[in-house]
């Protein structure tokens, strides 16, 4: 087996080891330090790096289309291991092609390509390759990059001989679609493809996750001991993001901070409202590391409770743990949603106005990967839960009072026999911060 300078194995060299999750199902998942040591086997990168490539192209050849065209950059991330920061999440700037058995080619922001060169050495140097196309439409498609690259993009489909086979492109600029479909590709949804690779992580991926999830835990021992009256949502905002990067976040995606009588209904963001005794306030803590992310709810009272915001913390805490109880390996997404209140009984017209308050939802390089557990869609179309699976499970009580409101959520890895949740900070019981 060839390597290239600096030991690293050329990605099309893979091996159907390479597919071996590795688990070590032990009596509690390690949540190791953040650092390299060589005392200690910790993150194994070039490990990760081949199963992702590998679960990829497993999942590519199990689908009809013989190439994958990626513009989502979680999924360009997961095939080719490169990222340049999170500010070129939404700008669609970079794009990856997969064919068949073939190395993955990056397409990448200016002189971000040069350094993948000196510096990705799990990458052919010749894939990596300076190019953009729309940039959300402010490169207007008559400049010709969409045509240009779609026609460099066909030949080498046609190259790997796989021209007569479908293109799976996750998500794309339109002008792109029509670019590509002029270049006589067939193109078809590959973020489907993706998502069944993404669907199992591996050892690697599941330390990663709960390296994370040990970044806030910190941070909820944090907002215990800060909130008080006084305080606004958007200070409680700013102590996180701070204490997150200093604990080496690569990217603090959203943190919900919602108190008082803004629970009810739930608004999904945070204001300057200044928090007041007896507030019910629930908290989301959107971040990654490395890549992984975090969604991990916890609600809290300030100074004292009152038995109707106490009653609905009773409720929403019973709810998640007959969800968790449910999870082990072959048990289908229906059987864990039936265990959660109808939107009827909640108040709401529908499982649609109250999507998104009793969830599931996978984590990993996305925020929402498979499975998706929600009685809107699980009833009718079931997932098989799988070992290997780490997603997050989240419940939502509005107290009887019309405006408190209790969120819980907890993220739990499926081992072989049942699950293990990874969010540890305490929330059997409603915790009273600061307590008069």
């Not at 108040?347 to 990993?364: K, R, V, Y």
């Not at 997603?391 to 072989?416: K, N």
């Amino acid at each position: 087996m060839s390597e290239r300078p600096g030991n690293a194995l050329m990605p099309n060299l893979l091996t159907p080891q390479d597919l071996e999750p590795n688990w070590e199902w032990r009596e509690k998942l390690p949540a190791h330090g953040h650092m390299s040591v060589d005392f200690e086997r910790r993150i194994d990168h070039d490990r990760l790096r081949r199963y992702r490539l590998a679960r990829t192209r497993q999942s590519l050849k199990n689908s009809n289309a013989g190439t994958l065209l990626l513009f989502d950059v979680n999924n360009i991330r997961y095939v080719s291991a490169t990222k340049i920061g999170e500010w070129e999440r939404d700008k669609m700037c970079r794009f990856c092609l997969l064919t068949g058995d073939d190395s993955p080619y990056v397409w990448d922001f200016g002189s971000a390509a040069e350094h993948h060169k000196r510096h990705s050495d799990w990458l052919e140097p010749s894939h990596c390759l300076a190019g953009v196309v729309g940039m959300r439409g402010t490169i207007p498609p008559e400049f010709g990059l969409m045509q240009k690259y779609a026609k460099q993009i066909a030949g080498l489909i046609r190259d790997a001989g796989m021209a007569d086979m479908p293109v799976g492109v996750d998500y794309a600029e339109t002008a792109m679609f029509h670019a590509l479909q002029q270049e006589g590709l067939n193109v078809v949804d590959g973020q489907q493809i993706m998502l069944a690779a993404r669907e199992i992580k591996n050892t690697d991926e599941i330390q990663l996750l709960t390296q994370a999830a040990a970044m806030v835990d910190g941070v909820y021992h944090m907002i215990y001991e800060e909130l008080k009256p006084g305080v606004r949502e958007n200070d409680i905002v700013a102590l996180s993001n701070k204490m997150l990067y200093e604990m080496g976040s690569d990217d603090v995606e959203a943190i919900n901070a919602i108190s008082g009588e803004r629970c009810n209904p739930h608004p999904h963001n945070f204001t300057d409202r200044l928090i007041r005794p007896g507030d019910q306030a629930f908290f989301d803590i959107l971040q990654s590391y490395q890549g992984y992310r975090t969604c991990y709810y916890r609600t809290f009272n300030v100074g004292r409770a009152t038995p109707s915001q106490n009653d609905a913390y009773v409720k929403a805490r019973e709810w998640i743990d007959a969800s968790i109880a449910m999870i082990k390996p072959g048990v289908s997404t229906d059987k864990v949603a039936e265990v959660w209140p109808t939107a009827e009984s909640l108040g709401f017209a529908s499982e649609d106005q109250a999507f998104g308050l009793q969830f599931g939802h996978g984590l990993g390089l996305a925020l929402h990967e498979r499975p998706i557990i929600s009685r809107a869609v699980s009833m009718d179309h079931p997932m098989e839960i799988q070992t290997g699976m780490v997603f997050a499970l989240e419940t939502y009580c509005p107290a009887s009072d019309g405006y408190s409101a209790a969120r819980i959520e907890e993220e739990v890895v499926v081992t072989e026999n049942g699950c293990e949740v990874i969010s540890l900070f305490p929330a059997e019981e409603l915790p009273i911060a600061n307590r008069y």
